[in-house]
């Protein structure tokens, strides 16, 4: 089963590189990994979707609090959450294809970002499941290339707030 894990760590050098090295030290697998700065500059947010039972995933949990650099661990796999993913493919131009392209690219609510007389590059964003489908149904045209962000993911409603957030803070200022 997989699950999405929201990861609170310092804005410091090596704080991914440690976050990376722990999940292959102990044998767990990543489907992706995205990290990015919050809303606090000193304060990065690192979505994981990893896959296990149970108790393998209270294990990564359990790991994860461990490290020096994190701030707080939420599983976010049963909490009402809001997540997307970005992809970026590269499709085949035929002659006559370029319209059914885009009446699809739209289907999807998804831009033409570049073209040119042997391809179209479309950007969708979405929940993965969306960006599944849209690949599934670009295929038969064929596609030359494409790119995918990890996948990136907010509980709905309140703020997940670090109960350390401000002594952590605090630490980084002195």
């Known amino acids: 089963m997989k699950r999405t894990i929201s990861v609170l ?6 704080a991914f ?3 990376a ?10 489907h992706s990994i995205s990290i990015g700065q919050t809303e606090t500059e000193e304060i990065s947010r ?3 979707v990893t896959e296990g039972n149970d108790q393998i995933l209270d294990q990564v949990v359990k790991q994860l609090n461990r490290l020096i650099d994190t701030i707080k661990v939420v599983d976010l796999s049963t909490e009402p959450k809001t997540i997307r993913e970005l992809a970026l493919v590269k499709v085949n131009l035929e002659n006559n294809s370029l319209q059914e392209i885009k009446n699809l690219a ?6 033409v970002v570049d073209i040119n007389n042997k391809s179209i590059t479309l950007e969708i964003t979405g929940p ?12 038969p045209f064929g596609i030359k290339e494409m790119a995918r962000s990890g996948t990136v993911a907010l509980k709905r409603g309140e703020q997940i707030q670090p109960s ?9 200022e002195k």
């Not at 760590?9 to 090596?14: A, D, K, S, Y």
């Open 164 to 172: 350390t957030k401000k002594n952590k803070i605090n630490k980084l």
């Open 128 to 139: 993965p499941e969306k960006i599944e489908a849209a690949v599934n149904v670009f295929l």
């Open 17 to 19: 590189d440690r976050v």
């Open 46 to 48: 690192m979505t994981i």
């Open 9 to 14: 760590v310092e804005n410091t050098f090596g």
């Open 21 to 30: 090295t722990m999940f292959s030290g102990k044998g767990f697998n990543i």
């Open 106 to 111: 739209d289907i999807f609510r998804g831009k």
